[in-house]
């Protein structure tokens, strides 16, 4: 099993408790192999069901449950669910719904639960902190610290006053005081397993993550041995434990692989070797001629009798149950031990028949004394007798019984869950005066024309039809597309970046917001990559991939939200926003500015245009000052020559 995967047979091995990947519980009934409960917690993939136990025989003080109902919950045992998160729910079978909850204590992930007739339910997980719950209550009765680091494993003792928690080490705790009382070591691994060996002295067996040693430790206070009286030996880790502890103690386990080994001893002293197993047992299939035989993982074992065993095998949520005597596969280890000995006899006979004759012809043939030749004959016979004799009992005490068992595998129409039996179907009531007819009497239900009507021609049909009048008009164009989903699509999945800027640089935003609308849920994370990584770009048109964004945001922002990798791949998109933001200020001043100069200097060409000359000088020479003259007239002329000789006249007098 994975570690987000627990399993557990009731105490009575009535029920079978299965928490998978998935998060749901099934719940089968071994003796029929039927699914009688499923359940689907809530939360169930972000916070898994880490640990399960059966409680049983518990009277329940809810109120929620209708009193027609109360009677059967007392009955039907319940589930207690630990989660990942440090929660535990009580699931009852009768009312098929959680009873109570236990909250408010873990904050971690919950390694193990506990509960015993007559005691109260323990929890540990993590934060190496064990709870005593009153279920009926929904109360805590008592809590300590019981280790720094995690505690995988809790085992409380009948009667509620002594406790085991587990980690590397094992710790005996008396309840009452919280007092230490013994200690073992010896697990180099995190325990994993606890079982209860009740004899005439108490034993615990345990198992540990990625060991194949399973260790039996004695709960005897007055004992101050710390290390464990006997090991026993698996081929592979073991993954499940049961024990059914009489004068001889069965102990099955199952191992990682898939099969169950079983394990008999007489608890009664330290043993300094380890034991191996005494028989295992594995599942198969029969396969066929075209299909080979495939093994049938064995997922847990309860051994609810001495001589009897309950199995679940199958895998992926699909199991089957089988019960087991053990007396059969002892009777068939017999057989077969007999069986070897009665050929090590007939091979023994063999090689005395075939020495008888080779003294014959010893004897007819040389001259050696007879005596000689049947002493060293007889010599012959007692090394090759003692030899197979070795032989015989090195076999029968170390050999391990391999049984493999052929069965069927599981699959989902063999696992129903069982309903109850209810129809809508009404049976007629049929009495003698009914009359039966034959198929050949009943009438067709083919439609029969009536005469005088006349059927309309092919011709007519297909002109009512007005196929011709959506005729392509090529003033018009060709037609538009209202989005390219199909064509990002292939961008997408081909990464081609052709295909992919002829999709995105486009500037109709109804375009875009119509493919968005229409892109499934898988692609919405590839394309929001694609757009981060093109808006990067030092192209001027990265500018257009604003209006994707937009797009994509309105229209799929809860799917982008239930992302948990969305913080990664918006990263970039929001570094780059950030250090243009931060440019923003800088450049707004830059604009400002140079809005500024260029108003100004626009002003200055706008008034010199419009603003008329204050001094117009020109050069002129004689011809024009004598055209000039002819214009002015004669009259202007004589005036001023007149006015010039005056002047003339005037400085020469004053001149004299």
């Given at each position: 099993m994975?570690?987000?995967?627990c399993?557990?047979?009731?105490?009575?091995?009535?029920?079978f408790?299965y928490?998978g990947?998935?998060?749901?519980?099934?719940?089968?009934?071994?003796?029929?192999?039927?699914?009688?409960?499923?359940?689907?917690?809530?939360?169930h993939?972000?916070?898994?069901?880490?640990?399960?136990?059966?409680l049983?025989?518990i009277?329940?003080?809810?109120?929620?449950?209708?009193k027609y109902k109360?009677?059967?919950?007392g009955?039907?045992?319940l589930?207690?669910?630990g989660t990942a998160?440090?929660?535990?729910?009580?699931y009852?079978?009768?009312a098929?719904?959680?009873?109570s909850?236990?909250i408010?204590?873990?904050?971690?992930r919950?390694n193990?639960l506990?509960?015993?007739k007559g005691t109260?339910?323990?929890s540990?997980g993590?934060d190496?902190?064990?709870?005593?719950w009153?279920v009926?209550?929904?109360?805590?009765?008592?809590?300590?610290?019981?280790?720094?680091?995690?505690?995988?494993?809790?085992l409380?003792?009948?009667?509620?006053?002594?406790?085991?928690?587990?980690h590397?080490?094992?710790?005996?705790?008396?309840?009452?005081?919280?007092?230490i009382?013994k200690?073992?070591y010896?697990?180099?691994?995190?325990v994993?397993?606890?079982?209860?060996?009740?004899?005439?002295?108490?034993?615990?067996?345990?198992a540990?993550?990625?060991?194949r040693?399973i260790?039996?430790?004695?709960l005897?206070?007055k004992?101050?041995?710390?290390?464990?009286?006997a090991?026993?030996?698996?081929?592979?880790?073991?993954?499940?434990?049961s024990?059914?502890?009489?004068e001889?103690t069965?102990?099955g386990v199952?191992?990682?692989?898939?099969a169950?080994?079983?394990f008999?001893?007489?608890?009664?002293?330290?043993r300094?070797?380890?034991?191996?197993?005494?028989?295992?047992?594995?599942?198969?299939?029969?396969?066929?001629k075209?299909?080979?035989?495939e093994p049938?993982?064995i997922?847990?074992?309860?051994l609810?009798e001495?001589?009897t065993a309950i199995?679940?095998?199958?895998q992926s949520?699909l199991?089957?149950?089988?019960?087991?005597?053990?007396?059969?596969?002892?009777?068939h280890?017999?057989q077969?031990?007999e069986?070897?000995?009665r050929?090590?006899?007939?091979?023994l006979?063999?090689?005395a028949?075939?020495?008888?004759?080779?003294?014959?012809?010893?004897?007819?043939?040389?001259?050696?004394?007879?005596e000689?030749?049947?002493?060293?004959?007889?010599q012959?016979?007692?090394?090759?007798?003692?030899h197979?004799?070795?032989?015989?009992e090195?076999?029968?005490?170390s050999?391990?019984?391999?049984?493999?068992l052929?069965?069927?595998?599981?699959?989902?129409g063999?696992h129903?869950?069982?309903?109850?039996a209810?129809t809508?179907?009404?049976?007629?009531?049929?009495?003698d005066?009914?009359?039966y007819v034959?198929a050949a009497?009943?009438g067709s239900?083919?439609?029969v024309?009536?005469p005088?009507?006349t059927e309309?021609?092919?011709?007519?049909?297909?002109d009512n039809?007005?196929?011709?009048?959506?005729?392509?008009?090529?003033?018009?164009g060709?037609?538009k597309?209202?989005n390219?989903?199909?064509?990002?699509?292939q961008?997408l999945k081909?990464?081609?970046?052709?295909?992919?800027h002829s999709?995105?640089?486009?500037?109709?935003?109804?375009?875009i917001f119509n493919?968005?609308?229409?892109l499934?849920?898988?692609?919405v994370?590839?394309?929001?990559t694609?757009?981060?990584?093109?808006?990067?770009?030092?192209?001027q048109?990265?500018?257009?991939?604003?209006?994707?964004?937009?797009?994509?945001?309105?229209?799929?922002a809860g799917?982008l939200?239930?992302?948990?990798?969305l913080?990664?791949?918006?990263?970039?998109l929001l570094?780059l926003?950030?250090?243009?933001?931060?440019?923003l200020t800088?450049?707004m001043?830059l604009?400002?500015?140079?809005e500024l100069?260029?108003?100004?200097i626009?002003?200055i060409a706008?008034t010199n245009?419009?603003?008329?000359?204050?001094?117009?000088?020109r050069?002129q020479?004689?011809?024009?000052e004598?055209?000039l003259?002819?214009?002015?007239?004669?009259?202007?002329n004589?005036?001023?020559s007149s006015?010039w000789?005056?002047e003339?006249?005037?400085?020469?007098?004053?001149?004299?």
């Amino acid at each position: 099993m994975s570690s987000t995967e627990c399993s557990a047979f009731s105490e009575d091995g009535k029920y079978f408790g299965y928490c998978g990947d998935d998060g749901k519980l099934k719940i089968w009934e071994t003796d029929t192999g039927t699914l009688k409960k499923e359940y689907i917690p809530n939360l169930h993939l972000s916070e898994p069901c880490t640990c399960l136990t059966w409680l049983l025989n518990i009277k329940h003080s809810d109120n929620s449950i209708p009193k027609y109902k109360k009677k059967s919950v007392g009955k039907k045992p319940l589930v207690a669910l630990g989660t990942a998160a440090g929660n535990i729910s009580v699931y009852s079978m009768a009312a098929g719904t959680v009873l109570s909850g236990l909250i408010g204590v873990h904050t971690t992930r919950l390694n193990t639960l506990s509960w015993s007739k007559g005691t109260n339910l323990f929890s540990a997980g993590d934060d190496g902190i064990i709870v005593e719950w009153d279920v009926c209550c929904k109360k805590v009765v008592s809590k300590w610290k019981a280790n720094e680091s995690s505690i995988t494993c809790l085992l409380v003792l009948p009667g509620g006053e002594n406790l085991l928690s587990a980690h590397h080490r094992i710790t005996l705790w008396c309840i009452a005081s919280k007092f230490i009382i013994k200690t073992f070591y010896g697990h180099a691994t995190e325990v994993t397993r606890l079982s209860l060996v009740i004899t005439g002295t108490s034993y615990c067996v345990s198992a540990a993550r990625d060991d194949r040693y399973i260790s039996v430790w004695p709960l005897v206070i007055k004992n101050q041995e710390k290390h464990c009286v006997a090991q026993l030996i698996s081929n592979d880790p073991c993954v499940d434990l049961s024990v059914m502890g009489d004068e001889l103690t069965n102990i099955g386990v199952v191992t990682r692989t898939g099969a169950l080994q079983i394990f008999r001893h007489h608890l009664n002293g330290k043993r300094t070797r380890p034991l191996k197993p005494d028989l295992t047992l594995q599942m198969a299939t029969s396969g066929g001629k075209d299909s080979s035989s495939e093994p049938l993982p064995i997922v847990g074992t309860h051994l609810c009798e001495p001589t009897t065993a309950i199995v679940a095998y199958g895998q992926s949520g699909l199991f089957r149950f089988e019960r087991i005597t053990l007396e059969t596969v002892a009777r068939h280890t017999s057989q077969t031990l007999e069986t070897v000995a009665r050929h090590y006899c007939q091979t023994l006979e063999t090689v005395a028949r075939h020495y008888c004759q080779t003294l014959e012809t010893v004897v007819r043939h040389t001259s050696q004394t007879l005596e000689t030749v049947v002493r060293h004959t007889s010599q012959t016979l007692e090394t090759v007798a003692r030899h197979y004799c070795q032989t015989l009992e090195t076999s029968t005490s170390s050999s391990t019984e391999m049984v493999c068992l052929v069965r069927d595998a599981p699959t989902k129409g063999s696992h129903k869950r069982e309903k109850v039996a209810m129809t809508k179907v009404v049976v007629p009531l049929v009495d003698d005066s009914a009359e039966y007819v034959s198929a050949a009497a009943v009438g067709s239900n083919k439609r029969v024309r009536e005469p005088g009507l006349t059927e309309v021609a092919m011709e007519e049909r297909l002109d009512n039809l007005s196929l011709n009048q959506f005729s392509y008009d090529s003033t018009r164009g060709p037609p538009k597309p209202d989005n390219l989903v199909q064509l990002l699509l292939q961008g997408l999945k081909s990464k081609d970046t052709l295909i992919l800027h002829s999709v995105l640089l486009r500037k109709d935003e109804q375009l875009i917001f119509n493919t968005v609308s229409r892109l499934p849920l898988r692609t919405v994370a590839p394309l929001l990559t694609e757009l981060c990584t093109l808006l990067q770009s030092k192209s001027q048109r990265n500018h257009m991939v604003v209006p994707w964004l937009k797009a994509m945001l309105a229209v799929h922002a809860g799917q982008l939200l239930s992302n948990p990798e969305l913080s990664q791949m918006l990263a970039p998109l929001l570094s780059l926003i950030e250090a243009r933001l931060g440019q923003l200020t800088p450049l707004m001043r830059l604009r400002g500015r140079l809005e500024l100069l260029v108003g100004q200097i626009g002003a200055i060409a706008d008034t010199n245009e419009l603003q008329d000359s204050l001094l117009v000088y020109r050069e002129q020479g004689s011809s024009d000052e004598d055209d000039l003259m002819e214009t002015l007239g004669g009259s202007d002329n004589e005036d001023s020559s007149s006015r010039w000789s005056e002047e003339d006249e005037e400085q020469k007098n004053m001149s004299t």
